[in-house]
């Protein structure tokens, strides 16, 4: 039941941000009487849909949900009330919920008499909405930084040219990484070399994330393709206005963009999966700042040697043990190339 509350969950993948992907499952029994998830932020919230479908038959019957019921007034009205009213017996959640202005509904209805359990399936439940536990506990998104290289980990000609390194499969399974995120990043370097949009195209989906640009001193030109359609907020350290932009001022000493705060200020405006498309200069700076959790890192057979630009640019590295160690999360074939996802 678990499982299928989960599956429900992974329904509201591409729209719930910047909500959790919630799913409900109520059972009598063996009986599944109500199933729910939640598609959208001021929409209704998982249990409201389930409760609705199972109307009398949720007497009694026991709810399973991937995050504990919340217990506030947010865009909708506390969901452990709801549960309260339909007389449920037992709510079983396989995490609390982070958030702490909709937590503790799980206190609140074992207060009232209802059994309430947490824990079953925790871990799958923490994945799937791994960038909503990361803005809730750490104050920033969940950072996850794709590169597509050459077996020898070449990323772009020497002038930074880079498009299309990998194969159609690879490019569409990207398209549906970067349909999850909140929000894709890049930098004025890959702004200039290859003027991308960023938006997703491979796949259907009703919203486009936020686009994102590192850019210190505003050069994005007027007319690159990545402002075209709006929704673009501009990372600067000096205020310039550039049209088809929120220009955001965050410096650091040095006189650049400020990274670290540039993570605290897309978390406050609700970003929890951030989608890193960028060149090698910021993603290492990126990966120095420790502003990255995960790579997705998309390789094809192919070779371009080592006058061709690297992955991650990275200083002072005079000792094999001050090299950045990742734990490898997946491995997979893609079209004829492969798919790795690491963690820091
Ligand atoms: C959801 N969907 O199915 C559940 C959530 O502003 P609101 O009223 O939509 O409340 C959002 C919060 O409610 C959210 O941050 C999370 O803590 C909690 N539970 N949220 O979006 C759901 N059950
Ligand atoms: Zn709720």
Redesign the pocket.
């Known amino acids: 039941m678990m499982a299928r509350a989960l599956e429900l969950a992974g329904r509201g993948m591409y729209t719930?941000t910047p909500?959790?992907r919630?799913g409900c499952v109520l059972v009598q029994g063996e009986t599944v009487v109500g199933e729910g998830w939640?598609e959208k932020?001021g929409g209704p919230?998982?249990?409201v849909v389930a409760l609705g479908q199972a109307g009398a038959q949720a007497a009694g019957a026991t709810v399973y949900l991937n995050?504990e019921?919340?217990n506030h007034h947010?865009?909708?009205p506390p969901?452990a009330d709801l549960i309260l009213g339909n007389k449920v017996r037992r709510v079983v959640a396989a995490m609390l919920?982070p958030?702490p202005q909709?937590a503790h509904g799980g206190a609140r209805l074992a207060a009232a008499g209802v059994a309430f359990e947490h824990g079953l399936m925790e871990a799958e439940a923490r994945e799937l909405n791994i960038g909503f536990f990361s803005r809730m506990t750490r104050g920033r998104p969940w950072v996850r930084m794709k590169i597509a290289a050459t077996l020898d980990g070449r990323t772009a000609l020497a002038d930074g040219r880079s498009q299309w390194i990998t194969g159609p499969e690879a490019r569409q399974d990207g398209h549906r990484w970067r349909a999850r995120a909140c929000a894709i990043l890049t930098g004025i370097g890959t702004v200039k070399a290859d003027d991308p949009r960023l938006t997703v195209r491979e796949i259907e989906i009703s919203r486009q994330p936020l686009r994102v640009i590192v850019d210190s001193r505003v050069e994005t030109p007027p007319n690159a393709r990545i402002l075209e359609s709006g929704n673009v907020l501009l990372f600067a350290s000096q205020k310039k206005e550039l049209k088809g932009a929120e220009v955001v001022v965050v410096t650091n000493p040095g006189g650049k963009v400020d990274l670290p705060k540039m993570l605290e200020e897309l978390a406050a405006r609700g970003i929890n999966e951030l989608h890193v498309e960028a060149g090698f200069r910021l993603n290492g700076s990126l990966v120095r700042e420790g502003c990255v959790d995960e790579f997705l890192i998309y390789l094809n057979p192919s070779l371009l040697g080592d006058e061709a630009q690297g992955m991650v640019k990275l200083s002072g590295m005079d000792a094999l043990e001050k090299r950045a160690r990742l734990k490898i999360a997946s491995l997979d074939r893609v079209g004829d190339d492969i798919r790795i996802v690491a963690r820091l």
């Open positions: 719930a909500n959790p919630v939640h932020a919230h998982a249990e995050l019921p919340c947010g865009r909708t969901c919920d958030n909709a």
